[in-house]
């Protein structure tokens, strides 16, 4: 923003932070770019969570029980959330009291190095333990920078939307954050195959480095573009500068639980179908097939998440975020539990296309509700001023659920003991339930988001803080309090 832009005279009996964000002299693209290049760093976390479920099946292969049987082989899958949860927090707290700019540009340069390192990690003396445990420490830190993405991007993105036309804000959001997460799913899948096409089964060792090294060239793009990004004008409006914590948890305690709530579920079920996709499949297919057609069924599963996320993005302005969370998780868990109970059909290489059908539906209507909209509630039920510790601590929740979710699907079908349809059944028995249950707490306990939720959000932390001895006046960053007289 220019100076100019958002300056009121002293005597015009306007304060700076009332003027309407659509009002200021912006062009259309203007508005737009910053919130794609805010959001889109999120494509690498649905690629880097989704290529590492073909990287341990690549791994697998080449190394046997050896790998299987290794201790390292669950952390590689999951350790990136635990690095991402310490990012999410770290990163919330920075763009709040710091910088939104300079929080997003250090995580992006963080994903790009240890994305680099990940595809060359190595053991001493060529040792698969020693790789595996170096694979393990740099997943931990791209994990740090993946994390970065969502109280910085994301939520620069949420405020960038503010300044778009009423009625189209919800859609720009999701294509800019849950709709770049799902294409990088489905690239994540894609990439392994077309690879192992290319080296053939004969090399894998050096195919599953190509697929991780690749993880580095998203977020270089970015970085050219993200060093051009100037603050959010409404985090300019609302940046505090002491912050009354006890005032601030007893204001949102209650919505942030639900939305972390809400946020746990989803990704203790996205993350662990996305990431064990391609190993059901194998077991489904057998060895009988070559391995890039497994990654081909994985693609074609996870490309379903996409035209969720596509037609979730327009019913979000339709019919409200909270309407389209709660009908999206609810047919979910109704079509779960239909695929329980088909499983015994499907669970065969014959039937495999029907399997891949009904299971990527499944996907597609969790991207139509949760998928979609719970970034969206957690980014606009909070005031700007706390929206990156509110957005990072829901996130890392979410993460946590996640973790939790890669962590334990395997004892989940263990438990199922030789009954291999009972493996398959014991997953969905549970995200069923778990879908209804959330359809059930966000019809209950969430709150209604308007298009002018942002503004109107922030209307009413300040007058909370005003009525309980807060000076408000000194809101606003350095910034733009000098180019508006303030100080």
């Not at 830190?141 to 949420?158: K, N, R, T, W």
């Not at 379903?304 to 969370?325: R, T």
């Not at 007058?463 to 960053?477: A, I, K, N, P």
């Amino acid at each position: 923003m220019e100076k100019d832009n958002t300056y009121m005279p002293p005597d015009s009996g306007i304060h700076a932070s009332e003027v309407p964000l659509e009002a200021l002299p912006k062009t259309r693209w203007q508005r737009s770019w910053p919130v794609i290049a805010c959001g889109a760093g999120l494509f690498s976390d649905g690629y880097l969570q989704s290529v590492i479920g073909s990287v341990n099946t690549i791994l697998a292969a080449i190394y046997g029980k050896a790998f299987t049987n290794s201790p390292q082989r669950k952390n590689i899958a999951s350790i990136a959330f635990v690095g991402t949860v310490v990012g999410q927090l770290v990163f919330g707290f920075l763009s709040d009291y710091w910088s939104r700019k300079l929080s997003l540009i250090i995580s992006t340069i963080i994903m790009i190095v240890f994305s680099a390192l990940s595809a060359g990690a190595y053991g001493a003396g060529g040792s698969l333990g020693g790789m595996l445990a170096a694979l393990t420490a740099y997943r931990f830190l791209v994990g740090i920078g993946i994390g970065g993405e969502y109280p910085a991007g994301s939520v620069a993105a949420s405020e960038g939307t503010a300044e778009l036309k009423p009625g189209h804000r919800n859609r720009w959001f999701v294509f800019a954050t849950n709709f770049m997460i799902d294409m990088g799913f489905a690239i994540g899948t894609l990439v392994p195959m077309i690879v192992v096409l290319i080296t053939s089964e004969r090399h894998l060792r050096v195919a599953w480095r190509i697929c991780l090294g690749i993880a580095v060239i998203p977020p270089i793009i970015l970085l050219a573009f993200r060093s051009q990004l100037k603050e959010p004008e409404e985090y300019n409006r609302q940046k505090m500068s002491k912050y009354p914590y006890g005032l601030i948890i007893r204001f949102y305690w209650k919505r942030l639980l639900i939305i972390s709530t809400i946020w746990f579920i989803y990704d203790f079920l996205s993350y662990s179908f996305s990431i064990y996709s391609s190993s059901w499949l194998f077991f489904i297919i057998g060895d009988t097939y070559p391995l890039w057609v497994s990654f081909g069924w994985s693609t074609l599963i996870n490309v379903f998440y996409i035209p969720g996320a596509f037609i979730g993005a327009f019913l979000s302005d339709w019919i409200g975020p909270k309407n389209c969370l709660i009908a999206g998780v609810l047919a979910q868990g109704i079509v779960g539990f239909i695929m329980t109970g088909i499983y015994s059909y499907l669970d065969t290489a014959k039937h495999v296309a029907g399997f891949v059908v009904v299971y990527g539906i499944f996907l597609a209507l969790g991207e139509v509700g949760p998928g979609d909209n719970i970034g969206l509630i957690a980014s606009k039920t909070s005031a700007t001023a706390v929206r990156g510790q509110y957005y990072g601590i829901a996130a890392a929740t979410g993460k946590i659920g996640a973790f939790v979710g890669t962590y334990i699907f395997p004892f989940l079908i263990a438990d199922a003991g030789g009954d291999v349809i009972k493996q398959g059944q014991y997953p969905f028995y549970l995200s069923s339930a778990l879908c209804i249950f959330s359809a059930i707490i966000s019809f209950l306990f969430l709150p209604t988001i308007t298009q002018d939720t942002i503004e109107a959000e922030d209307a009413r932390f300040r007058s909370y803080l005003e009525e309980r001895g807060y000076d408000t006046s000194t809101m606003g960053s350095k910034e733009f309090r000098q180019a508006n007289g303030m100080e």
